[in-house]
């Protein structure tokens, strides 16, 4: 897929150690499945060709599904323009915790082991330490820096995602902050439909378990999901 030029900054992941983490939840709604990217990088493509956001297309979870997100964004500072999200099941094997974001909320699954990124910031190899993450960050979307990525996809709302390998992004630069500069961590920017931030997801394993996160992103009763 054509890649764009980087425009805008580029968020740093910084995912601090939490201690007693909350057992991982599951639940039994279905996944949604992210078909090819029907777009690249910069492209427009006709509404009436598009799919509804799995956020739109499933009703939302219930707050105690998700006690980790619900503790983390009841205290953010961006709680009135961005919704709570997270993926419906959570992540298997893996366990929520609380993350940090400056201004927003963000949850980190960690893995037994595998990649991750340990509590100094650097990248580890078998740590399994916030394996995946799903965030609010606390600045207002711009839709530029989310066609910034290799790969996008939109959805019939007007929502959509970039995504690529970190650092894939021409002109963005690898920080320890984030990977060490070793990682191949997989990192999608989220434009959602009615909220005026800007999601970020990530999968320090694989570009598949990005997509399976994305396609099973819901909204959550209470915590400011849309009414109707």
Known sequence: MKKSGWIGPF???VVLACSNPTPPTTTDSPATTIAAPPTTAGSTTSSATLQPAPWISAPPLA???VPVLAAEWGEAENRDSCAALAPSGGVAGATPRPANFSGGWAV????PDGPGMSADGTFCEDCGRSAVGVAGAGVAVVESDVRAFPNVIEWDDGSLVGYGVEGSV???VDDAATTGGDSATQLAFLSVAGQNCLYNVWSRRSETELLDVIGRLRFVEGLGAPSG
Not at 108 to 111: E, L, N, R, T, Y
């Open 63 to 65: 707050t105690d599904e």
């Open 108 to 111: 980190a699954w960690d893995a």
């Open 170 to 172: 021409a002109g963005a």
């Open 11 to 13: 968020l740093f992941i």
